[in-house]
T-cell receptor, first 114, second 111 residues
Framework: NAGVTQTPKFQVLKTGQSMTLQCAQDMNHNSMYWYRQDPGMGLRLIYYSASEGTTDKGEVPNGYNVSRLNKREFSLRLESAAPSQTSVYFC?????????????FGSGTRLTVV | TQLLEQSPQFLSIQEGENLTVYCNSSSVFSSLQWYRQEPGEGPVLLVTVVTGGEVKKLKRLTFQFGDARKDSSLHITAAQPGDTGLYLCAGARGSNYKLTFGKGTLLTVNP
């Protein structure tokens, strides 16, 4: 099925460990996004890529890095995980600027940092 | 500062009841979207409204965009247990590629 695929679905890290969250879309969308969702905080934008070859910071970029590997793939890296990064992470893609065509979300990665 | 305020935060109703949830802002948006998120899944787009005063209907769901494009509402008629979920509104501003999300309304429809 066409859509956004995120891996892994679940992950437990120890404080200080690093990991990369993978995201791939097969809809030929130009723009891709990484959000985190926390209780009472809603969805907060970490980084986004308006088009292949560009990345920009969102609302909460500290502690994260991203790579737009190609048009399909957009990865999120935690270099030194902290308990405050325990969250559910969502990748999304959209066809046009302003998300005018709507975002397609992946099913999320549930990350726990202990 | 939360650009999009959603209310109520929680809503628990019985099957068959009607309900309205709201999405308000002091900012003008070029378009506004509504998403529904079920437990363990990502949000799924329900509708996009782009014109002030626009009304869109999706079966039992009616979406309205305020005349000034600062607010929106979602009305559900004869709610069903399958409507249970987190309803999120999200706004786009100008040429910005980023959507701003509200914190959501968690709806529970009891059989």
């Amino acid at each position: 099925n066409a859509g956004v695929t995120q891996t892994p679905k679940f992950q437990v890290l120890k404080t200080g460990q690093s990991m990369t969250l993978q995201c791939a879309q097969d809809m030929n969308h130009n723009s891709m996004y990484w959000y985190r969702q926390d209780p009472g905080m809603g969805l907060r934008l970490i980084y986004y890529s308006a088009s292949e070859g560009t990345t920009d910071k969102g609302e909460v970029p500290n502690g994260y890095n991203v790579s737009r590997l190609n048009k399909r793939e957009f990865s999120l890296r935690l270099e030194s995980a902290a308990p405050s990064q325990t969250s559910v992470y969502f990748c999304a893609s959209s066809d046009r600027g302003q998300g005018a065509g709507g975002y397609t979300f992946g099913s999320g990665t549930r990350l726990t940092v202990v | 500062t939360q650009l999009l305020e959603q209310s109520p935060q929680f809503l628990s109703i019985q099957e068959g009841e009607n309900l309205t949830v709201y999405c308000n802002s002091s900012s003008v948006f070029s378009s506004l979207q509504w998403y529904r998120q079920e437990p363990g899944e990502g949000p799924v787009l329900l509708v996009t409204v782009v014109t002030g005063g626009e009304v869109k209907k999706l079966k039992r769901l009616t979406f309205q965009f305020g005349d000034a494009r600062k607010d929106s509402s979602l009305h559900i008629t004869a709610a069903q247990p399958g409507d249970t979920g987190l309803y999120l509104c999200a706004g786009a501003r100008g040429s910005n590629y980023k959507l701003t999300f509200g914190k959501g309304t968690l709806l529970t429809v009891n059989p």
